[in-house]
């Protein structure tokens, strides 16, 4: 069964320091996602993309973020100057844009965030 | 969206039926119920949608009661696997809107 991949699984950064987290979403999907969930936290939506383009973020997501597919396969987050408050799971989502289907989002194992 | 409650936790046997229940009473008419859940601190996994009528698929059935305010999972022969968070989630059936996911209902399926 098609599945969303993510890495790395974890990663410890220092405060300060950029950090790219990587996502291959499910091959035939045309929306991607990246939410995140504080340890003990709700799951919380960050950002949306649809043809190369962001549709949608919410208050979170703010100038230290930034998304990008940089090729066919890839859909990565980049975190600018992390701070403490970033330590969190990410988790990549995809969801299929044509056909049969309601929309519904299909989730990666996540990559946890460390920041010292 | 919608706003869902659901009750914060429930406990259930191994191999009893879980229900699982979701007030969505200021639902919309294009709106649809999707159940999603959470083992441990993995990603939230698909369940199932419904607009109006009940559904069923190999993981689960959902109900939903004829003036859409309210609905249950039922999970029927719950297994200690099935520990975990539940997210019942109201949303209009468009491509590319994001899910809201609120705390959730905790089951524990207890040997």
């Known amino acids: 069964e098609p599945e969303v991949t993510q890495t790395p699984s974890h990663q410890v950064t220092q405060m300060g320091q950029e950090v790219i987290l990587r996502c291959v979403p499910i091959?035939?999907?045309?929306?991607f996602y990246w939410y995140r969930q504080i340890l003990g936290q709700k799951v919380e939506f960050l950002v949306s993309?649809?043809?190369?383009?962001?549709?949608?973020k919410s208050e979170i997501f703010d100038d230290q973020f930034s998304v990008e597919r940089p090729d066919g396969s890839n859909f990565t987050l980049k975190i600018r100057s992390t701070k403490l408050e970033d330590s969190a799971m990410y988790f990549c989502?995809?969801?299929?844009?044509?056909?049969?289907?309601?929309?519904?989002?299909?989730f990666g194992e996540g990559s946890r965030l460390t920041v010292l | 969206d919608a706003k869902t409650t659901q009750p914060p936790s429930m406990d259930c046997a191994e191999g009893r039926a879980a229900n699982l229940p979701c007030n969505h009473s200021?639902?919309?008419?294009?709106?649809?119920v999707y159940w999603y859940r959470q083992i441990h601190s993995q990603g939230p996994q698909y369940i199932i949608h419904?607009?109006?009528n009940n559904e069923t698929n190999e993981m689960a059935s959902l109900i939903i009661t004829e003036d859409r305010k309210s609905s249950t999972l039922i999970l029927p022969h719950a297994t200690l696997r099935d520990t975990a968070v539940y997210y019942c989630?109201?949303?209009?059936?468009?491509?590319?809107?994001?899910?809201?996911f609120g705390p959730g209902t905790r089951l524990s399926v207890l040997p």
């Open positions: 989502a995809s969801s299929a844009g044509t056909g049969r289907g309601t929309g519904e989002l299909f």
């Open positions: 091959s035939n999907h045309l929306y």
């Open positions: 993309f649809y043809n190369n383009e962001i549709s949608e």
């Open positions: 200021t639902i919309s008419g294009n709106e649809y």
């Open positions: 419904g607009l109006k």
């Open positions: 989630i109201v949303r209009a059936n468009n491509y590319g809107q994001n899910f809201v």
